[in-house]
């Protein structure tokens, strides 16, 4: 169990960094807006970065609303909805639904923040005013395709948390492995003894 909780623990360390930042991402390969709901934007207390990028270089606007407005403004669009994120594999995934067409973002007054930028894009959403939702599209009425989307999320406390784990590993693998040689040595001990005993005996 230590020796497991060393190399998980180091694991963890070593993935996180010092910062204890952890990142999810995927790419979008359906045409459509792609939409973070609250279930994911707003699953960690803290901050949440998220980062678009397009291959074709085009621009894309990342959105964030209360969660009821921004279902209200796609409706039966076309959408890339992220289900889950994965970790320690720091993948996200995506799920297709609706084939209308997209509503111009731009026009509508219900957004929090915006954001936009030519090939990518970074938006970062507090949770003071959770659920929300953020929606990431080229800007107008144009279906993303192929749009690479991250999110990260940092929290310093993660690495301390799991550098812990790993001291508390070392220890318990440093007393077992004592426990181990200690009952080795009084084996030898009483093997050493009954042979004594038996060469006098003889």
Do not use: C
């Amino acid at each position: 169990m230590g020796i497991i909780l060393v190399v998980f623990g180091a694991w963890v360390v070593v993935k996180l960094g010092p910062s204890g930042e952890a990142q999810f991402s995927a790419t979008s390969k359906a045409p459509g807006a792609v939409v973070v709901p609250p279930g994911v934007l707003n699953a960690v207390d803290g901050q949440v970065r998220v980062d678009a990028t397009r291959r074709d270089g085009g621009l894309v606007r990342l959105v964030v609303a209360p969660s009821t407005d921004a279902r209200a403004m796609l409706t039966t669009a076309a959408v890339s909805t992220v289900g889950a994120a994965h970790y320690p594999s720091g993948t996200l995934d995506l799920h297709p639904s609706g084939t209308g067409e997209l509503p111009d973002v731009s026009t509508s007054d219900v957004w929090r923040q915006a954001v936009k930028g030519t090939g990518t894009a970074e938006l970062v959403v507090d949770q003071a005013r959770a659920p929300e939702t953020v929606v990431i599209t080229s800007g107008d009425t144009t279906a993303l395709t192929d749009v690479t989307v991250s999110l990260t999320w940092a929290d310093r406390a993660w690495f301390f948390e799991a550098l812990a784990v790993a001291t508390l590993g070392a220890v318990l693998a440093a007393f077992a492995l004592n426990d181990l040689w200690q009952g080795r040595v009084q084996a030898a001990q009483r093997v050493a003894a009954n042979t004594e005993t038996t060469e006098e005996t003889a």
